[in-house]
């Protein structure tokens, strides 16, 4: 299977800049699509920002113009650059890849989240 690694988060005042980073590793597989998710407390997970293979993106409304989503596919790595944070992002981010391995799949892969705190 794909195992997922995201680091990254942090504690920022709010206005600050934060870069996400989520590194997949395994064999035999290639990654479609990958995503940065979060879900703050009490709240359900939603989507940030999805990118595919072939680069194409797409934002959550309430980031676009601030997050940046984008991926090496050589070093198997997602990025997600944030800024003008707002404490309204405050939540643990996770990373999520669609994958296939040995020919097989899609599956799905998740990382284990990094907390990301925007202090007002």
């Known amino acids: 299977q794909v195992q997922l690694v995201e680091s990254g988060g942090g504690l920022v005042q709010a206005g600050g800049s934060l870069r996400l980073s989520c590194v997949a590793s395994?064999?035999?597989?290639?990654?479609?699509?990958m995503g940065w998710y979060r879900q703050a407390p009490g709240k359900q997970r939603e989507l940030v920002a999805v990118?595919?293979?072939?680069?194409?993106?797409s934002y959550a409304d309430s980031v676009k113009g601030r997050f940046t989503i984008s991926r090496d596919n050589a070093k198997n790595t997602l990025y997600l650059q944030m800024n003008s944070l707002k404490s309204e992002d405050t939540a643990v981010y996770y990373c999520?890849?669609?994958?296939?391995?040995w020919g097989r799949g899609p599956y799905d892969a998740w990382g284990q989240g990094t907390q990301v705190t925007v202090s007002s």
């Open positions: 990118i595919s293979s072939a680069g194409t993106t």
């Open positions: 395994g064999n035999g597989f290639s990654i479609n699509d």
């Open positions: 999520n890849a669609d994958y296939r391995r």
